[in-house]
């Protein structure tokens, strides 16, 4: 399922091959998020013109949206998504995070130095056996069977082992139990298998450095076909700087010859540092989530197109992007902004357009990189370390 092509000496980054039967992902890459089974505001021609290979929709998500009735007769996410090429579905996992403790802390996945206190009613109610989910005034159920059952009526590539995220507040006792939690639920989903779809386990162990180990070894040493990376990291410098040095702890214990996913987390910084640290690919929501907002990323950084500075700025978008967007239509800076302006629906397309050919642009840039033996050199143009 995974080749490597080629290692970088001054790093652990590696340039590689996923095969899928939907064809393949060259790595590193980029993997654009998809949610409720579309990406908002783009078909999936746009996606192709913007140089997308693989993309990751949300099981949980659509068991709500389909319920197992709908699921039962589901044509699966290729054919209701129009989506011919490579796919990956999380286990469902990631919710009983962002539904649970990340609402009733108001805490994200980075330790910042600004958490506050509770926010919101946790709609997750954690077991040994599995996660209640609150949905209205019903309590509905996901284990790691239910998880991989919804994600083979899906249908994607690359399936996800069920498992429990945790806070950056959660203490070392919390982690340890979620740890055996999520280690019994992976091998469940294992087991749960019926289908020839790939899965990755994920590794959990939140901030502290012997269960990253830990459940490195142990996931490592499963019978998956690749791995993901979830949970907290850590940061330095007030929650400024992400250091990742989780990965650290994590990638000299899983197999090299299988590939390694990051979940959630994309920033240009934080590609590099992943890639680095032997990562192939990451899915993040920032390209269209902050395209819709009116932030465009560019190598000179992340531009607020609802600025006012940006009223009469005839300038393109990014002059050093090749997308068509700024290399063919050759959109002005002061057309998106009075698109933003006037909350016309073109606005959120061109700038999610842009943002996601830049990611999937940057990711073949440090593909070349790789093959060309001086990955060392563009990273330090673009992090400071
Ligand atoms: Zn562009």
Known sequence: MFRVLKKDSSSRARLGIIETPHGIVETPSFVVVGTHAKVRELSSQDLIRAKTQLIISNTYHMWQKLGDKGLR??????????????LMTDSGGFQVFSLGFARELGGGKIVTSQQSLATSENLVRITNDGVYFKVGDREQFLDATKSIWIQEKLGADIILAFDEPTSPLHNYKYNKEALARTHRWEEESLKAKTTNQKMYGIVQGGLFEDLR?????FIGSLDFDGFAVGGSFGSSFGGKEKTFRELDWVVPYLPENKPRHLLGIGLIQDLFIGVSKGIDTFDCVVPTREGRHGNIYTLQGRLDMTKGLYKEDGSVLDPDCGCEVCATKKITKAYLHSLFKAKNFEAGYLASFHNIYFFNNLMK?????????NFKDLMKKHVLL
Request: hydrophobic share 25%.
């Open 73 to 86: 007769k589901y044509p699966g996410l290729h054919e209701s998504m129009n989506w011919q090429h490579p």
């Open 213 to 217: 180990n830990e459940s490195a070894k």
């Open 365 to 373: 840039t440090i593909r070349n990189s790789i093959a060309e033996g």
